[in-house]
């Protein structure tokens, strides 16, 4: 085996210039292989983390009405819908690779309600009634004052906290620590300002984009969530994030949480009326999208698998030439003693060596290809490791695949009309 891989090195630098003319097809396919797919890979990282955010892995599920999320903005809450219970919310906190469980309530509050005010600006934003670990479960980290204490809910302390949005659009560069809010005509002292430790920029492409960002351009004001009634004089339906310990997980944790939630807070009344709770299901979104994007990438790759082909078409002819130019020396091996499988495993092993160092020298092309196209036009890429893998064993397999004739003609010569060949 190693004086065939001898041989073979031995043959492929005798004939340097032609080895690589040779190799030139497998080194073409391969790094347009490589490129392509590290670019598939690096959009659909990218097109996770839009959807879903960096790290966070938040499934938020809320109560919908017909598979519409049931807004509350203008609606009083339903009948038959109950609060969470603390033995439903322990058994969310015991699904598998959950990490986390935060309830939450939420209002989209408006200028012209004046719902929530400070002096004389009405706000309009966000605001959610939360529980300790809604800012951990959601992505967010304090930049400044302090988090809530257990004593801010035991208590029913009227304190808020601003998302750095709200800040800016309520206290500008000053300080909103210490500050003071009315919501619902209730006086609340802003204790902290945090902001998302995983965000996306946006992007407006379509009304749906705007929407999205104006509905978040505003910010967000949080407040214990025991001091939800005190604002709007009754409970509401909670909504739920689950931290999941995986993107890949996120979707089944999202699915058990809606079904847990609405068989056991949504009576069989408000069933009828169409009420259940739904998951944000960001990576079903994630997955049409990828596979939109694949469809083109996929006519890529076998447009790329065609160079590949011309490139073994390459080696087999170039192997039939080395079996012609080596006549004498396959007859004088024949002559003294050599099986034919010795001759076939000679030329198989040239053959497989030829398009394996094509395969590498691709890979290496593809790897600097996708990291300059990146660089240049901004494009994401992601190397995929196993797609190097795999790319440098399809390549050995190529040589072995189109070196078989040209070994099977070698293996079969007669060494007398061999030694004969002028």
Request: charged content about 20%; proline content about 3%.
């Amino acid at each position: 085996m190693f004086e065939n891989i001898s041989l073979a090195f031995q043959g492929i630098w005798g004939h340097k210039m032609r080895s690589f003319l040779t190799m030139l097809g497998i080194i073409i396919g391969i790094a347009s292989i490589i490129t392509i797919v590290s670019t598939i890979k690096g959009t659909n990282d990218q097109i996770k983390e839009s959807l879903i955010g960096a790290g966070t892995n938040a499934v938020t599920v809320q109560l919908s009405q017909n598979n519409s999320t049931y807004d509350l903005s203008w609606r009083d809450p339903p009948e038959g819908v109950s609060p969470i219970s603390e033995e439903t919310y322990q058994q969310l906190t015991e699904l598998d690779n959950v990490r986390a469980v935060s309830l939450f309530c939420y209002r989209q509050v408006d200028s012209y309600d004046s719902a929530v005010c400070c002096g004389n600006i009405a706000y309009s934003g966000q605001l959610y009634g939360v529980d300790q670990n809604f800012f951990a479960a959601n992505g967010f980290r304090l930049t400044r004052g302090r988090d809530f204490l257990e004593d801010d809910f035991s208590k029913f302390r009227k304190v808020a906290i601003l998302d750095t949005g709200a800040s800016s659009v309520l206290f500008g560069s000053a300080s909103a620590v210490g500050g003071i809010l009315e919501i619902k005509g209730e006086p609340y002292t802003i204790v902290g300002v945090v902001e998302r430790t995983a965000s996306s920029d946006f992007v407006i492409e379509s009304i749906r984009d705007y929407e999205m960002y104006a509905d978040q351009s505003g910010g967000k004001i949080f407040i214990p969530l025991a001091d939800w009634p005190i604002a709007y004089r009754f409970d509401e339906p909670q909504g739920v994030v689950l931290k999941a310990a995986s993107t890949d997980d996120m979707t089944r944790i999202g699915q058990q949480a809606e079904d847990l939630l609405t068989a056991s807070q949504i009576s069989q009344q408000a069933s009828q009326m169409g009420f259940a709770y739904k998951s944000d299901d960001l990576m079903d979104q994630a997955a049409q999208i990828q596979k939109m994007s694949n469809a083109t990438n996929n006519q890529l790759l076998w447009i790329a698998g065609i160079s590949l082909l011309v490139g073994g078409i390459g080696v087999m002819n170039i192997m039939l030439v080395t079996v012609t130019e080596r006549t004498r020396e396959i007859g004088l091996k024949k002559a003294i003693g050599a099986r034919k499988r010795r001759i076939l495993w000679q030329f198989l092993t040239e053959a497989a060596a030829l398009t394996s160092i094509g395969g590498v020298l691709g890979v290496a092309a593809g790897v600097g290809l996708s990291r300059f196209i990146s660089s240049a036009m901004g494009t994401p890429t992601a190397v995929s490791y196993p797609a190097i893998a795999v790319a440098v064993l399809f390549s050995m397999l190529i040589g072995v695949v189109f070196g078989m004739i040209p070994a099977i003609k070698a293996a079969k010569l007669n060494p007398i009309d061999a030694l004969r060949r002028e």
